[in-house]
């Protein structure tokens, strides 16, 4: 079992930038798994923003975010981070990180393709 803790979130402005980072809090390691990022709105289904594979070396993300927001990752700190650049209001949600599960498709938009969710950190973009 791997726990993850999501941290970075606020309030910024449009236009502005935060850094979000996930790390594991129980010390065990994720740099075996391939890592996503997920947001999700009040009243709306979570929304895959964007996936890194274990080595880092492959990056994939969804449109709504991409050009603005950057996945990256430290294996040896056991962190990734989201990059988030040039925000909107529309960005505003919970976020989260979790691993993929063994075997899924990388390239899977879907939840149910992770596991090991954190608890979310809250980015909130005003006008």
């Known amino acids: 079992q791997v726990q993850l803790v999501e941290s970075g979130g606020g309030l910024v402005q449009a236009g502005g930038s935060l850094r979000l980072s996930c790390a594991a809090s129980?010390?065990?390691?994720?740099?075996?798994?391939?890592m996503g990022w997920f947001r999700q709105a009040p009243g709306k289904e979570r929304e895959f923003i964007a996936a890194?594979?274990?080595?880092?070396?492959?990056?994939y993300y969804a449109d709504s975010v991409k050009g603005r927001f950057t996945i990256s990752r430290d294996n040896a700190k056991n962190t990734v981070y989201l990059q988030m650049n040039s925000l909107k209001p529309e960005d505003t949600a919970v976020y989260y990180c979790?691993?993929?599960?063994?075997?899924?498709?990388?390239?899977?938009?879907?939840?149910?393709?992770?596991?090991?969710w954190g608890q979310g950190t809250q980015v909130t973009v005003s006008s």
């Open positions: 979790a691993t993929k599960r063994p075997h899924s498709n990388f390239y899977s938009l879907q939840p149910t393709s992770y596991d090991n």
């Open positions: 129980s010390g065990r390691t994720f740099n075996n798994y391939p």
């Open positions: 890194i594979h274990w080595s880092g070396s492959i990056t």
